[in-house]
């Protein structure tokens, strides 16, 4: 892995921090990753997003060949455009059983999207109250948690979670955390935050998030992350 063990990265989330509220990527979010790329930044995604959805955008807009995906479930890089499964940190049967749980309660309204192939997670239809599912899934002492990405539920092991993703990350390319920056928009970022050197939440995070970032921008969503962009290449340096 000679060249990911030197200078600066940054782990950014996807939906909400480099896309605008509609979920379309930003233009000036596509414009800071490459300026981040061109001046010598690995950008690394982790999201909650399936692997090929991860993979796709992180191609698309010319960032690094590795992502954490599933909210911090697995780890893949792209190979010759093929994307290939480095890590699984999370059992999916522990998601599916949390799911039937759901499904006992609720019925007909747990609904699965039908995303790409997901590893450990399960997506679902945002069409129940979340916090009685929470407490379902408390009650029923499933060893599994629910949280609103904004897009849609995402049921996965309580293990998981985007800060363990990166660390492993991290780990396979041989990067000091505290040489990396985190920027995001959710409290499912939190957790990556606390494993990053340095961390910038948007200004459309909630507050926890914002409260517990070292940085925090004027701006949302993809002109937001432009504006993390440009701190980044001010404050921090490449070597």
């Known amino acids: 892995m000679a060249g990911y063990g030197s200078g600066w990265a940054v782990a950014a989330d996807i939906d909400g921090t480099i896309t605008e509220d509609g979920g379309r990527v930003s233009l000036s979010a596509f ?29 698309l807009l010319g960032a690094s060949d590795y992502a954490v995906a599933e909210g911090g479930g697995v780890i893949v890089r792209l190979v010759k455009r093929r994307i290939e499964i480095l890590k699984i940190l999370g059992r999916r049967e522990v998601s599916l059983k949390a799911v039937e749980v759901l499904r006992g309660h609720f019925g007909s ?17 945002r069409s129940f109250p979340l916090r009685e599912a929470l407490e379902v899934l408390n009650r029923h002492e499933v060893e599994a948690k629910i949280f609103d990405s ?80 440009n701190y980044i290449l001010k404050n921090f340096h490449r070597k």
Not at 109 to 125: G, H, K, Q, T, Y
Not at 211 to 224: F, I, L, Q, W
């Open 109 to 125: 309204m747990v609904r699965e999207l039908s995303f790409p192939v997901r590893f450990v997670d399960v997506a679902l239809e």
């Open 31 to 59: 414009k800071a990753v490459r300026r981040l790329v061109e001046e010598g930044f690995q950008v690394f995604f982790v999201s909650a997003r399936d692997p090929a959805s991860t993979m796709t955008v992180s191609a």
């Open 150 to 229: 904004g897009y849609a539920y995402h049921v996965t092991p309580r293990e998981v979670d985007k800060g363990r993703g990166l660390k492993t990350l991290l780990e396979i390319l041989n990067i000091e955390a505290s040489r990396v920056v985190a920027v995001g928009d959710s409290l499912q970022d939190l957790e990556m935050f606390r494993s990053a050197g340095f961390s910038i939440a948007l200004a459309n995070a909630p507050e926890e998030l914002r409260r517990n970032a070292n940085s925090v921008t004027s701006k949302p969503y993809g002109e937001g992350f432009a504006e993390a962009a």
